[in-house]
């Protein structure tokens, strides 16, 4: 009976973990300008590169979709970044956003209420 919340689980640990990284770079990150590299088609979807540079003068690629963040057409947006782990960066604009308008607020809510409807189901009989 248990197993029907593995489904459940999972999502809401995607949504932990998208979190704790979000948790992260808002508590430890740096924030510095990426300039625009240019654009990319990964399976048929738009994004664009920006690459930024670490305290370290090292060079990192962040690819970035068009609903990631408004001024996407400009040649530079803001970027947080992970000092103990450069490479792992997101959009400033990404952490103002509200937690259930990002991707890992969706799986951590979906998980929740599969979970709620599962114990329902559950109870019910």
């Known amino acids: 009976?248990?197993?029907?919340?593995?489904l459940p689980l999972f999502f809401v640990m995607m949504g932990v973990l998208g979190m704790s990284t979000r948790i992260r770079l808002k508590k430890r990150g740096i924030r510095v300008r990426a300039r625009r590299g240019g654009d990319s088609w990964a399976a048929?979807?738009?994004?664009a590169d920006f690459f930024y540079k670490d305290a370290e003068g090292r060079r990192h690629r962040l690819n970035v979709s068009p609903g990631d963040v408004?001024?996407?057409g400009r040649g530079s947006i803001e970027v947080v970044y992970d000092p103990k782990k450069p490479r792992r960066a997101t959009p400033a604009y990404q952490l103002q956003r509200s937690f259930w308008r990002t991707i890992?607020?969706?799986f951590g809510l979906v998980?929740?209420?599969?979970?709620v409807a599962c114990t329902a189901y559950l109870i019910r009989g």
């Open 104 to 106: 890992e607020g969706v």
């Open 111 to 115: 998980g929740v209420v599969i979970t």
């Open 44 to 47: 048929g979807v738009y994004s």
């Open 70 to 72: 408004p001024d996407i």
């Open 1 to 6: 009976m248990l197993a029907i919340y593995f």
